[in-house]
T-cell receptor, first 116, second 117 residues
């Protein structure tokens, strides 16, 4: 079974508008972490934002926010005021519990294109 | 600006040749990960180390892949002999594992793009 599901292979957004990238996860652990990474065309993986399973508030980092709905097991990334430089592949990832160390399981990614 | 450094950035080699990829983790990080990214499989974990000791290499084909950490500033991933199906981008990531409820963020290097002909 997929542990991380990103159902949107591609998304398009107009510059300056907000966009939501979907991520659902599957785990039986009580303690876990959720991450979003950005991969531009140059190829590097850039950490964007983190949400812990015990965090009561949604995480925010500048224009990035994470819409965490624990009961629905979703951790959607919201990018506000999109910029052309936001065009990239976005990956959702999960770290499960402590017994597996800090290994991450990644989703298949969503390709975001920001149009001028 | 601390970052994970990977060398080489690109490698083209012929089938059967040995390939060595190197990674310098961020100073002070105690955990190092090797991931492989392909179009078909996405990002998959190959192996990881904590305090230089291998914790899990179950994602690695044992007959041809090996991963080591000779010291705290260097991690290596070796393929011998290489095959065309090994063509992929190999990422190294490092992090500082701090226990339960800590972020334990992994920071990635720029990757090594390997082409085996």
């Amino acid at each position: 079974a997929q542990k991380i599901t990103q159902t949107q292979p591609g998304m398009f957004v107009q510059e300056k508008e907000a966009v939501t990238l979907d991520c659902t996860y599957d785990t039986s652990d009580q303690s876990y972490g959720l991450f979003w990474y950005k991969q531009p065309s140059s190829g590097e993986m850039i950490f964007l934002i983190y949400q812990g399973s015990y965090d009561e508030q949604n995480a925010t980092e500048g224009r990035y926010s994470l819409n965490f709905q624990k009961a629905r097991k979703s951790a959607n990334l919201v990018i506000s005021a999109s910029q052309l430089g936001d065009s990239a592949m976005y990956f959702c990832a999960m770290r499960e519990g402590e017994t597996s160390g800090s290994r991450l399981t990644f989703g298949e990614g969503t390709q975001l294109t920001v149009n001028p | 600006d601390a970052r994970v450094t990977q060398t080489p950035r690109h490698k083209v080699t012929e089938m059967g040749q040995e390939v060595t990829m190197r990674c310098q983790p961020i100073l002070g990080h105690n955990t190092v990960f090797w991931y492989r990214q392909t179009m078909m499989q996405g990002l998959e974990l190959l192996a990881y180390f904590r305090n230089r000791a291998p914790l899990d290499d179950s994602g690695m084909p044992k007959d041809r892949f090996s991963a080591e950490m000779p010291d705290a500033t260097l991690a290596t991933l070796k393929i011998q002999p290489s095959e065309p199906r090994d063509s992929a981008v190999y990422f190294c990531a490092s992090g500082s594992v701090q226990g339960r409820r800590a972020k334990n963020i992994q920071y990635f290097g720029a990757g090594t793009r390997l082409s085996v002909l």
